[in-house]
Nanobody
Framework: QVRLVESGGGLVQAGGSLRLSCAAS????????MGWYRQPPGKQRELVAH????????YADSSVKGRFTISRDNAKNTVYLQMNSLKPEDTAVYYC?????????WGRGTQVTVSS
């Protein structure tokens, strides 16, 4: 079993920054992908970015490129999302996930609210 716990969400003004963390515990293998989805109010969940255990990164939305940076610490089984220059449209619940051996695991989510 794998457990994911997010932290770091909150309320911030437009132009501000937040850093999300997600710590994984349990049966974590050496090969996996960790990442972040977000679900804005009234919308579907969407991929933000992911990072492989080898450090390869992918950003799904051009609107976050240059503002968000995903990283991970394999020794701590933790993935981070540094979010800079936040905009009101970044307001969402952010979910961490881990994909390994054909299974997806999810955190419970952390709320990010950006005020204008």
């Amino acid at each position: 079993q794998v457990r994911l716990v997010e932290s770091g969400g909150g309320l911030v003004q437009a132009g501000g920054s937040l850093r999300l963390s997600c710590a994984a515990s349990g049966s974590i293998g050496s090969l996996n992908t960790m990442g972040w989805y977000r679900q804005p109010p009234g919308k579907q969940r969407e991929l933000v970015a992911h990072i492989t255990s080898g450090g390869g990164t992918y950003y799904a939305d051009s609107s976050v490129k240059g503002r968000f940076t995903i990283s991970r610490d394999n020794a701590k089984n933790t993935v981070y999302l540094q979010m800079n220059s936040l905009k009101p449209e970044d307001t969402a619940v952010y979910y961490c996930y881990l994909f390994q051996e054909k299974n997806n695991y999810w955190g419970r989510g952390t709320q990010v609210t950006v005020s204008s």
